[in-house]
Nanobody, 127 residues
């Protein structure tokens, strides 16, 4: 059973930056399609960004141009660099990993696509 360990959340002001990390323990991260999702209070979990093993990437419109996903294969770590944070970015952020293959990247935006989930890390952006 894979375990995803997240870190990097916190309380910041609008306009600040944060970097989230997610580390795999059983398999090399290069083997996984990966995603970041978030869930704000009272709302459904939504996709932030996903990336296939081939490095195809999909960003939600709400974060495009501000957030960047990246991987360090040597460290088996996925990152989410979040710049120009807004109060509406406040949520619990989850990383997810999948061994399933989909021909269309849009399929990686569905939560059902993922085998494993991290425990979540809180990001709070004050105005």
């Amino acid at each position: 059973q894979e375990q995803l360990v997240e870190s990097g959340g916190g309380l910041v002001q609008a306009g600040d930056s944060l970097r989230l990390s997610c580390t795999t323990s059983r398999r090399e991260i290069r083997n996984y399609g990966m995603g970041w999702f978030r869930q704000a209070p009272g709302k459904e979990r939504e996709v932030v960004v996903v990336q296939t093993t081939g490095a195809s990437t999909f960003y939600s419109d709400s974060v495009k141009g501000r957030f960047t996903i990246s991987r360090d294969n040597a460290r088996n770590t996925l990152y989410l660099q979040m710049n120009s944070l807004k109060p509406e970015d406040t949520a619990v952020y989850y990383c997810a990993a999948t061994l399933k293959y989909y021909s269309e990247i849009i399929d990686y935006t569905r939560m059902e696509a993922y085998n494993y989930w991290g425990q979540g890390t809180q990001v709070t952006v004050s105005s």
